[in-house]
């Protein structure tokens, strides 16, 4: 499917879509030049990634590219609301078998592995009067779960709009809140 704005557009070349998909990672023409055209020089390069971002079709190319940045990057809102369901409601049970012993770190879904922030571990000597052992400490940190559902209520529009109701008199200069509070106008 060919990705243009413009339909009196020229059509691209593969290697001048590779081109354009590469610029508009971090913008360095030269780098993306080398990538669609992996037999040019370095030299040669910065002067032909220059032309070819004048070119109109090209140009045409990158802008619906980065208008469309979602869907150039293969991410949709779904994902992202996917993401944010395996934060929301995953548990820190879900990574025990009892409420001492944990899972196995293999033994995790990806979706449970897809709620941890961060996995710390510590060792810890402890030594009494007849002997000395190692006790290895692990702390799990989830994402946070208010965070996710927040934004998932956000995405979902379940948050109700605030409303907002202002009385008073606009010939004395000011407006009362249902609070009590006077505001200037």
Known sequence: MEKSV???DKPLTESQ???CNEWIFDFNGSRAYLVAYPASS???ARSSASDLLSKPNVRSYVKFLQDNLSETAGISRLMVLKEH???AFSS???LHNTWITRKEFEDLTDDQKAAIESIETSIKRIVND???FDVEYIKIKLYSKQKSLDSINRML???APK???????LSTNSIKLPDGTELPI
């Open 6 to 8: 413009n339909p009196e």
């Open 17 to 19: 879509k590779v081109f």
């Open 42 to 44: 370095v030299e040669a």
């Open 85 to 87: 369901q395996k934060m």
């Open 92 to 94: 820190i049970a879900h």
């Open 130 to 132: 007849f002997e000395a």
């Open 157 to 159: 529009g379940f948050e």
């Open 163 to 169: 409303k907002l109701e202002l009385s008073g008199n």
